[in-house]
């Protein structure tokens, strides 16, 4: 909430299904409005606007003192962006907030709204924000460079107030959805979830025929049970039953969705075949293969994914797994190292609580955002 210019007219929330996108739309409200009806929140998934256009329910709106319009699940609605550009033009009196899939481009291939729309992207917990709700702390965030800087100090000053390891392994489980917090299965509702993304995301919003889920469930389930890997692209043609540049489509259509990540080498990017495939956070490892998930794949994937959001990440060089910001050589441990400590390379390292010169806490990480 703290990063948004409030002062924009239409904003749009993006985030993959189950971070939090409702809810965080009804918080801004309870927060900013209470009670107070000049602001209204709305879903366009519901039947009302199969026959109402949102047009004229914004005009309608607007006439009776309405000031600020939230708009849940856009994407549902046929015609949307004309829609909003229409209120965005003729009503400068109404401010609009939506929230919309991770698969949606508001800018790249949304020209209708391009120059209008001030676009964020709603990610699930981190490390940092799990910590806080679940310790009742309130640590801030860091940026890279102070972590790499001062990582010692930083380490002690947390460690002095809360063990971070007792709360870690929960974390890398289940703490990247908000909605571990409800009282249901979580595996059974993060695999519902998943489901939700292949089957809304990608097929609804790329406009696939339902007759190919199959395929795209399985190259999911392909990936995860050996992510992070190199994807061979021609056997998984084979076992999926479709040809090589839709493997590599669909892999992006995953990557959109917030499913998997892809790790490219210096100066190589999509439509290229990517170098790695990771899951996209480590809570999607475990419902996938919960007897197998291996201690490395889950560093790997954490790391990668909590750097993701500020920072560029590459296929690393010199036995480092990754490249940060074109910068940075990162290779990921446990707490034995036995190779020689490489000065020329940062070490992220598991189990530990403080590190020191070039060896930083994995967990330490989780603190970026």
């Keep these: 909430m703290q990063e948004i210019n409030w002062d924009n007219r239409l904003i749009g929330i993006k985030g993959s299904r189950g971070v939090g996108k409702t809810t965080f739309l009804l918080q801004y409200a309870k927060e900013n409005f209470g009670t107070d009806r000049s602001c209204l929140y709305i879903n366009l998934n519901h039947l009302y606007f199969t026959e109402r256009t949102l047009a004229d329910f914004a005009d309608e709106f607007r006439v009776k003192g309405g000031k600020t319009l939230l708009i849940d699940q856009v994407f549902k609605y046929p015609n949307w962006s004309n829609e909003l550009k229409y209120c965005y033009d003729n009503f400068p009196e109404l401010k609009i907030v939506f929230t919309g899939s991770s698969v949606m481009r508001l800018k790249e291939e949304n020209p209708v709204l391009s120059g209008l729309v001030d676009s964020y992207n709603l990610r699930g917990f981190s490390f940092r924000e799990y910590l806080n ?95 992070p890997c190199a994807p061979n692209v021609s056997q998984l043609s084979k076992e999926i039953q479709t040809s090589r540049a839709t493997v590599v489509n669909y892999i992006k259509y995953l990557k959109d969705a917030r499913l998997i990540n892809m790790l490219y080498p210096i100066n190589e990017e999509f439509p290229k075949k990517p170098a790695m495939v990771y899951m996209h956070n480590t809570n999607l490892m475990y419902p996938m293969r919960p007897s197998q998930v291996g201690e490395q794949a889950v560093r790997e994937t954490f790391f990668y994914n909590i750097l993701h959001k500020d920072n560029r990440l590459n296929k690393g060089e010199r036995n480092a797994q990754f490249l940060v910001n074109q910068r940075y050589n990162f290779r990921i441990e446990g707490e034995n190292i036995r190779r020689r400590v490489n000065p020329d390379l940062y070490y992220a390292v598991d189990m530990i609580e403080t590190g020191y010169e070039n060896k930083i806490p994995l967990w330490l990480f989780g603190f970026l955002y």
């Excluded at 990247?176 to 995301?201: A, G, H, Q």
């Excluded at 025929?209 to 395929?215: D, F, G, I, R």
């Design 133 to 227: 709700l679940m310790a009742g702390t309130d640590f801030p965030s860091f940026k890279l460079e102070e972590l790499l800087d001062n990582h010692t100090k930083i380490a002690e000053d947390i460690c002095s107030k809360v063990k971070p390891l007792a709360y870690f392994q929960d974390y890398l489980h289940h703490g990247f959805y908000p909605f571990f917090l409800e009282k249901r299965n979580f595996s059974e509702n993060l695999i519902k979830t998943i489901n939700m993304m292949m089957e809304v995301d990608i097929l609804f919003l790329k406009q696939i025929e339902l007759t190919y889920l199959p395929k795209v469930r399985k190259l999911l389930y392909l990936l995860s049970i050996n992510a």
